[in-house]
Nanobody
Framework: QVQLVESGGGLVQAGGSLRLSCTAS????????MGWFRQAPGKEREFVAA????????NYADSLKARFTISRDNSKNTVYLQMNSLKPEDTAVYYC?????????????WGQGTQVTVSS
Protein backbone atom coordinates (compact mmCIF):
# COMPACT_ATOMS: atom_id res chain seq x y z
CA GLN A 1 0.00 0.00 0.00
CA VAL A 2 1.28 3.44 -0.96
CA GLN A 3 -0.24 6.70 0.18
CA LEU A 4 0.51 9.79 -1.86
CA VAL A 5 0.10 13.39 -0.72
CA GLU A 6 0.51 16.29 -3.12
CA SER A 7 1.39 19.84 -2.18
CA GLY A 8 2.57 23.05 -3.79
CA GLY A 9 -0.47 24.05 -5.78
CA GLY A 10 -1.94 27.52 -5.67
CA LEU A 11 -2.74 30.66 -7.61
CA VAL A 12 -0.10 32.07 -9.93
CA GLN A 13 -0.06 34.64 -12.69
CA ALA A 14 0.53 33.64 -16.29
CA GLY A 15 4.24 33.33 -16.95
CA GLY A 16 4.97 32.30 -13.39
CA SER A 17 6.26 29.03 -11.96
CA LEU A 18 5.19 26.47 -9.42
CA ARG A 19 6.77 23.33 -8.06
CA LEU A 20 4.47 20.54 -7.03
CA SER A 21 5.58 17.87 -4.60
CA CYS A 22 4.21 14.41 -3.98
CA THR A 23 5.37 12.57 -0.89
CA ALA A 24 4.78 8.86 -0.51
CA SER A 25 4.44 6.77 2.59
CA UNK A 26 6.16 3.44 2.89
CA UNK A 27 9.63 2.14 2.28
CA UNK A 28 8.99 0.91 -1.26
CA UNK A 29 8.75 4.29 -2.96
CA UNK A 30 11.96 3.77 -4.90
CA UNK A 31 10.46 0.67 -6.52
CA UNK A 32 7.67 2.65 -8.17
CA UNK A 33 7.71 4.64 -11.33
CA MET A 34 5.80 7.84 -10.64
CA GLY A 35 3.83 10.32 -12.64
CA TRP A 36 1.65 13.38 -12.75
CA PHE A 37 -1.76 13.78 -14.33
CA ARG A 38 -4.11 16.72 -14.46
CA GLN A 39 -7.79 17.33 -14.94
CA ALA A 40 -9.30 20.66 -15.88
CA PRO A 41 -12.97 21.44 -15.29
CA GLY A 42 -15.16 19.75 -17.86
CA LYS A 43 -12.22 17.88 -19.40
CA GLU A 44 -10.85 14.38 -19.18
CA ARG A 45 -7.84 13.59 -17.08
CA GLU A 46 -4.62 13.83 -19.07
CA PHE A 47 -1.11 12.57 -18.67
CA VAL A 48 1.52 15.17 -17.80
CA ALA A 49 4.83 13.47 -17.01
CA ALA A 50 6.41 10.33 -15.59
CA UNK A 51 9.73 9.21 -14.16
CA UNK A 52 10.98 5.66 -13.87
CA UNK A 53 11.86 3.94 -10.64
CA UNK A 54 15.43 3.38 -11.74
CA UNK A 55 17.82 5.45 -13.85
CA UNK A 56 15.37 8.34 -13.84
CA UNK A 57 14.01 7.83 -17.34
CA UNK A 58 11.34 10.43 -18.04
CA ASN A 59 8.36 10.79 -20.34
CA TYR A 60 6.30 13.90 -21.00
CA ALA A 61 3.16 14.95 -22.77
CA ASP A 62 4.48 16.44 -25.99
CA SER A 63 2.75 19.75 -25.44
CA LEU A 64 4.27 20.20 -21.97
CA LYS A 65 7.85 18.95 -22.12
CA ALA A 66 9.30 22.33 -22.97
CA ARG A 67 7.91 23.87 -19.79
CA PHE A 68 7.52 21.07 -17.23
CA THR A 69 10.20 18.97 -15.53
CA ILE A 70 9.65 15.89 -13.40
CA SER A 71 12.21 14.70 -10.88
CA ARG A 72 12.40 12.52 -7.79
CA ASP A 73 14.33 12.28 -4.55
CA ASN A 74 14.13 8.74 -3.27
CA SER A 75 15.77 9.73 0.01
CA LYS A 76 12.73 11.91 0.68
CA ASN A 77 10.13 9.61 -0.90
CA THR A 78 9.15 12.57 -3.05
CA VAL A 79 8.49 13.27 -6.71
CA TYR A 80 8.40 16.81 -8.04
CA LEU A 81 6.86 18.62 -10.97
CA GLN A 82 8.49 21.93 -11.85
CA MET A 83 6.15 24.00 -13.99
CA ASN A 84 7.47 27.09 -15.73
CA SER A 85 5.94 29.69 -18.04
CA LEU A 86 2.52 28.76 -16.81
CA LYS A 87 -0.51 29.53 -18.93
CA PRO A 88 -4.19 29.87 -18.00
CA GLU A 89 -4.84 26.59 -19.81
CA ASP A 90 -2.60 24.85 -17.26
CA THR A 91 -5.31 25.47 -14.67
CA ALA A 92 -6.35 22.06 -13.35
CA VAL A 93 -6.23 19.71 -10.42
CA TYR A 94 -2.88 17.95 -10.56
CA TYR A 95 -2.63 14.38 -9.34
CA CYS A 96 0.35 12.29 -8.45
CA UNK A 97 0.14 8.57 -9.15
CA UNK A 98 2.18 5.47 -9.50
CA UNK A 99 2.87 4.68 -13.13
CA UNK A 100 3.05 1.47 -15.14
CA UNK A 101 6.25 0.41 -16.84
CA UNK A 102 5.27 2.14 -20.09
CA UNK A 103 5.68 5.47 -18.24
CA UNK A 104 2.29 6.57 -19.43
CA UNK A 105 -0.58 4.66 -17.87
CA UNK A 106 -1.42 5.14 -14.22
CA UNK A 107 -0.87 2.41 -11.69
CA UNK A 108 -2.95 1.62 -8.66
CA UNK A 109 -2.22 4.50 -6.32
CA TRP A 110 -3.32 8.12 -6.51
CA GLY A 111 -2.97 11.21 -4.42
CA GLN A 112 -5.87 13.47 -3.56
CA GLY A 113 -4.83 16.19 -5.97
CA THR A 114 -3.68 19.78 -5.66
CA GLN A 115 -5.32 22.73 -7.39
CA VAL A 116 -3.28 24.90 -9.73
CA THR A 117 -4.90 28.09 -10.96
CA VAL A 118 -3.17 30.32 -13.48
CA SER A 119 -4.62 33.79 -13.88
CA SER A 120 -4.30 35.78 -17.09
Amino acid sequence: QVQLVESGGGLVQAGGSLRLSCTASGRTFRAYSMGWFRQAPGKEREFVAAISSDYGFTNYADSLKARFTISRDNSKNTVYLQMNSLKPEDTAVYYCATIRSNLREPGNYWGQGTQVTVSS
